[in-house]
């Protein structure tokens, strides 16, 4: 039985849900990364992969759009939004970013694999999200840099320098080992952008819609451009290489509901366990061309537990 001071279970269960949410963005992440990876692999152009991945994604959510009371009503009150000027015009970008994350994706996961792409990613978006915290970016609004807050991104880079020791960087190009880290600052900007359309639109399948219509524009563009002067490889024929786009609308979703809620800083410290973990697992399962050690992923995963732990505790107290 709890005490008026002490929360029930359920209460307890209801608070840590969205944090489970985060840690499953993280993971469905790490997913899309290697399978978009391998995609771009086998076209051997990771713009085009990118693009059916977008592509893909987009045509999903028009039709979920299209189909249900709520996405149609979620598109009317945007194009309201738009039209009398109360949705500015740089909520409603977020799909670049987006554009971004899969493009990367595509360049160079194949090759170093998804832990060693998440670890840039990981110092990128802890980083990004405590600045876009502190200074009110974020749909949660301004939320204190507590000691709590701090040693959770302290133990997530810690994280990062464990899966950056030994050989395996030195055998990457530094490009690939400098890439995440933008990826990862695009990636908590997205996550607060598409929580604000959430916020404005009440819907974030609309905000997951307009993130897809932003990023297949983008990629479109440059596939147009890029395309026909470097070539694309024939379309593989693995069905499970395309599921990229599917698995970007749950997580870009997920993200867009849960941003107001939590804020960007824990959002984005359970989505890099979840990337981590689902890193770990697949890097196991399916290497890449440049392997990590197993033993070293597994303890960047159980240091950024111990992040998430504290930040979120952190953020439960200051309440």
Excluded: E, H, K
Aim: with cysteine; hydrophobic share 55%.
């Amino acid at each position: 039985m709890s005490t008026p001071d002490q929360p029930s279970p359920s209460r307890r269960a209801r608070g840590l849900a969205p944090v489970a949410g985060a840690i499953a963005v993280g993971v469905l992440t790490a997913i899309q990364s290697r399978l978009n990876g391998g995609l771009g692999a086998a076209l051997d152009n990771a713009i085009v992969a990118a693009v059916i991945s977008f592509g893909s994604g987009l045509a999903i959510m028009v039709a979920l759009a299209a189909a249900l009371p709520a996405g149609r009503a979620g598109v009317a009150r945007l194009v309201r939004g738009v039209r009398a000027r109360d949705i500015p015009w740089w909520i409603l970008i977020g799909g670049a970013a987006g554009a971004l994350t899969v493009g990367s994706q595509g360049a160079v996961v194949g090759v170093i694999g998804t832990a060693l792409f998440t670890v840039g990613v990981v110092a990128g978006q802890t980083l990004s999200g405590l600045i876009l915290d502190r200074v009110g970016y974020s749909p949660a609004g301004v939320t204190a840099v507590t000691v709590p807050r701090v040693i959770g991104v302290a133990l997530a880079l810690a994280a990062v320098t464990v899966s950056l020791t030994g050989d395996t960087v030195a055998q990457a190009p530094v490009w690939m080992l400098l890439l995440p880290l933008l990826v990862g600052a695009g990636l908590a900007w997205q996550q607060a952008t598409n929580g604000r359309l959430q916020r404005a639109t009440a819907s974030a399948m609309t905000a997951t819609l307009v993130n897809f219509v932003g990023g297949t524009v983008v990629l479109g563009a440059i596939a147009l451009v890029q395309a026909p002067l470097v070539g694309v490889a024939p379309l593989p024929a693995d069905p499970w290489l395309y599921l990229g786009g599917a698995i970007g609308v749950a997580y870009i979703a997920l993200s867009a509901a849960l941003a107001p809620r939590i804020g960007v800083l824990l959002l984005s410290l359970g989505s890099v366990l979840g990337m981590l973990v689902g890193s770990l697992a697949l890097d196991l399962l399916w290497p890449p061309a440049v392997p990590p050690s197993p033993v070293r992923s597994a303890i960047t995963v159980a240091v950024a537990c111990v992040g998430v732990t504290i930040a979120a505790v952190g953020r439960r107290s200051a309440r």
